[in-house]
């Protein structure tokens, strides 16, 4: 099973800002199979980015994602209010893992 | 527009079941891939049970031998029958559609099962 560790727990940022997130695998995510979803509290996630960097439909392009191997990035170039959330990476290279998640905080 | 709305939750006690149903629309849902994902209480993400479009089933170690998944494409539903149910099956159960890959493209409000004397 591939875990995937996320950094740092919690970020702490301001609207305007730049949020940049890590994804690390235990062992090399194949196809750049990655995925990227946000979660706001009391609603479910929703998909941000898939094959580590592409943006899902309806997504704004402030999010990006980048990365290879065992080392993914998720970048949001600007913070806007609504952007504050839980973000969980996810591979699907070998059976599907979650990271544990990364919260961005004001 | 996709839509997967989950029903079937509530409040069981230890060693009860609960079956629970995801009703789809906006897609052909017997072509897609679909699972249930669970979040525990302040937890994260969990992958718990996947069906594909033959039929073929994956269980997490955690629920195998307890939790049966199933899907009834005439009426574009998916199920998830709980069974002998423990205190740490507690959580928020999502149903979620596969993109083109396995990722999972699109979620279901949940539904909140807790498992309780």
């Known amino acids: 099973e591939i875990v995937l560790t996320q950094s740092p727990g919690t970020l702490s940022l301001s609207p305007g800002e730049r949020a940049t997130l890590s994804c690390r695998a235990s062992?090399?995510?194949?196809?750049?199979?990655l995925a990227w979803y946000q979660q706001k509290p009391g609603q479910a996630p929703r998909l941000l980015i898939h094959?580590?960097?592409s943006r899902a439909t309806g997504i704004p392009d402030r999010f990006s994602g980048s990365g290879s191997g065992t080392d993914f990035t998720l970048t949001i170039s600007r913070l806007e209010p609504e952007d504050f959330a839980v973000y969980y990476c996810?591979?699907?290279?070998?059976?599907?893992?979650f990271g544990q998640g990364t919260k961005v905080e004001i | 527009e996709v839509q997967l709305l989950e029903s079937g939750g509530g409040l069981v006690q230890p060693g009860g079941s609960l079956r629970l149903s995801c009703a789809a629309s906006?897609?052909?849902?017997?072509?897609?891939?679909m699972t249930w994902v669970r979040q525990a209480p302040g937890k994260g993400l969990e992958r718990v049970s996947t069906?594909?479009?033959?039929?073929?089933?994956y269980f997490a170690d955690s629920v195998k031998g307890r939790f049966t998944i199933s899907r009834d494409n005439s009426k574009n539903t998916l199920y998830l029958q709980m069974n002998n149910l423990r205190a740490d099956d507690t959580a928020v159960y999502f149903c979620?559609?596969?993109?083109?890959?396995?990722?999972?493209?699109?979620w279901g409000p949940g539904t909140l099962v807790t498992v309780s004397s």
């Open positions: 979620a559609k596969d993109g083109a890959d396995w990722y999972f493209e699109s």
């Open positions: 906006g897609f052909i849902f017997s072509n897609y891939v």
């Open positions: 069906i594909t479009t033959s039929g073929d089933t």
């Open positions: 062992q090399s995510v194949t196809s750049s199979y």
């Open positions: 094959g580590a960097s």
């Open positions: 996810q591979q699907y290279a070998n059976a599907r893992t």
